[in-house]
C-alpha cells in the first residue's frame, strides 16, 4: 500500500479493520458461533475505503465465519475451539 502511495494513516486503518475481521473469524471458531454479519460489516468497510485493490480473500474468512463448525483445512491458529 505504501508503495502505492496510500498515505499512512489510511494503512492503519486498513491494518485495524483486517485485524478487526481476522478477530472476529478467531471468536466464531473458538465458540463456534458465527458472527457473519459484523463480519460482513467489517469486510464492507475495508472494500469501500479500499476499493483499488481486490478483497477476493475475505471471501474464504466469510465463509468462514459463516459455517464455523465446518471442517475447515486453512482455520487460522487462533480459532482452535475451547469448547
Not at 43 to 57: L, Q, V
Not at 60 to 80: G, M, Y
Request: proline letters at 5%; hydrophobic letters at 35%.
Amino acid at each position: 500500500m505504501s508503495r502505492d502511495g496510500i498515505p499512512v494513516a489510511r494503512i492503519r486503518q486498513y491494518i485495524a479493520l483486517e485485524k478487526l475481521l481476522r478477530e472476529i473469524e478467531c471468536h466464531t471458531h473458538r465458540t463456534g458461533v458465527s458472527h457473519l454479519g459484523q463480519a460482513l460489516i467489517v469486510s464492507n468497510k475495508i472494500k469501500e475505503a479500499f476499493p483499488e485493490y481486490s478483497w477476493a480473500c475475505h471471501t474464504d474468512i466469510l465463509k468462514r465465519v459463516a459455517e464455523p463448525n465446518k471442517s475447515w483445512s486453512d482455520i487460522p491458529k487462533c480459532a482452535h475451539k475451547e469448547r
